[in-house]
């Protein structure tokens, strides 16, 4: 257990509807990465935000949204769901502190897009 | 843009086998190179490198960072049946950035 939890843990859903998915961070850690991991695309990148702001940027679609709350949980918006976004989303977490990048994965949420 | 490619993409070994898992990269400021292991769930931490020959170890496991080469490579000694998982790289880019780029991995499967 990484200590990084998210929900729901399997959502199936329609094409053009919009879903969240949320992640809570290891206790201590500001910063919040979010990743799609697809079977032809593998692990990729979206999303980082450090501490409420957002840090970097991936390929992440314009159909996407993401933000960091005070109390330093994330959320993942999805909209005008499409047959491929159907994914496994993960929220990794990690202190960021000098080059330790140790970034630790929640267990994923598998979206299925019908 | 950024680029890991892994090799070989799948390999399957018996108990006991050494194998030797490959990781080359094109990254914008690097940084650092990290390994993780994926099973059926999230991908776990196995090591960080950020200096050039130096090997990190842990058990049967170690790895080696050559920053000139822009390749690190991931040995396995005396494989189990637990090492069947899914091997990825993922150098990291950018100051002030932690973003990974992963390869699409080593599927390695160990059989008895």
């Known amino acids: 257990d990484s200590g990084v939890t998210q929900t729901p843990k399997h959502l199936i859903t329609a094409t053009g509807q919009r879903v969240t998915l949320r992640c809570s961070p290891r206790?201590?850690?500001?910063?919040v990465y979010w990743y799609q991991q697809s079977l032809d695309q593998g692990l990729q990148f979206l999303i980082q935000y450090y501490n409420g702001e957002e840090r970097a940027k991936g390929n992440i679609l314009e159909r996407f949204s993401a933000q960091q709350f005070p109390d330093l949980h994330s959320e993942l918006n999805l909209s005008s769901l499409e047959l491929g976004d159907s994914a496994l989303y993960f929220c990794?977490?990690?202190?960021?502190?000098?080059?330790?990048?140790?970034?630790?994965f929640g267990p994923g949420t598998r979206l299925t897009v019908l | 843009e950024d680029k890991v490619v892994q090799s070989p993409l799948s390999l399957v070994v018996h108990e006991g086998d050494t194998v030797t898992l490959n990781c080359s990269y094109e990254?914008?400021?690097?940084?650092?190179l990290l390994w993780y292991k994926q099973e059926k769930k999230a991908p776990t931490f196995l090591f960080m490198l950020?200096?050039?020959?130096i090997e990190k170890k842990s058990g049967r496991l170690s790895s080696i960072l050559d920053k000139k080469e822009l390749s690190s490579i991931l040995n396995i000694t005396a494989t189990q049946t637990g090492d069947s998982a899914i091997y990825l790289c993922a150098p990291r880019s950018g100051a002030g950035s932690y973003q990974l780029t992963f390869g699409k991995g080593t599927k390695l499967s160990v059989i008895p």
């Open positions: 990254v914008t400021n690097f940084r650092s």
């Open positions: 950020t200096s050039s020959g």
């Open positions: 990794a977490s990690s202190v960021t502190s000098g080059d330790y990048n140790e970034q630790f």
């Open positions: 206790s201590g850690d500001l910063s």
